[in-house]
Nanobody
Framework: QVQLVESGGGLVQAGGSLRLSCAASLSIFRITVMGWYRQAPGKQRELVAVITSGGRTNYGDSVKDRFTLSRDNAKNTVYLQMNSLNPEDTAVYYC?????????WGQGTQVTVSS
């Protein structure tokens, strides 16, 4: 199993920045894919950004060029740097991991962007 602990959500004004962190309970090199999804009220959960164990990243179309996913292997942590936030980015952000053919989710962290 993998436990995922998220942090870094909050309230920010439009145009501002936030950084989310997701710490895994085991080496992220053993995790096939790890990253973030988000879900806004009344909408389906959508891809934000993910990274493979080999280091390849994939971003959702709505966040490309604004968000950056990175990882600290020593801390077993991935980071989502979110810049140029707008109210449409308001959602609960969930850390996600694919490990040993199973899917794991964090508890979610709220990001609210005020206009």
């Amino acid at each position: 199993q993998v436990q995922l602990v998220e942090s870094g959500g909050g309230l920010v004004q439009a145009g501002g920045s936030l950084r989310l962190s997701c710490a895994a309970s085991l080496s992220i090199f053993r995790i096939t894919v790890m990253g973030w999804y988000r879900q806004a009220p009344g909408k389906q959960r959508e891809l934000v950004a993910v990274i493979t164990s080999g280091g390849r990243t994939n971003y959702g179309d709505s966040v490309k060029d604004r968000f950056t996913l990175s990882r600290d292997n020593a801390k077993n942590t991935v980071y989502l740097q979110m810049n140029s936030l707008n109210p449409e980015d308001t959602a609960v952000y969930y850390c996600n991991a694919v490990y040993s053919s199973s899917l794991y989710w964090g508890q979610g962290t709220q990001v609210t962007v005020s206009s």
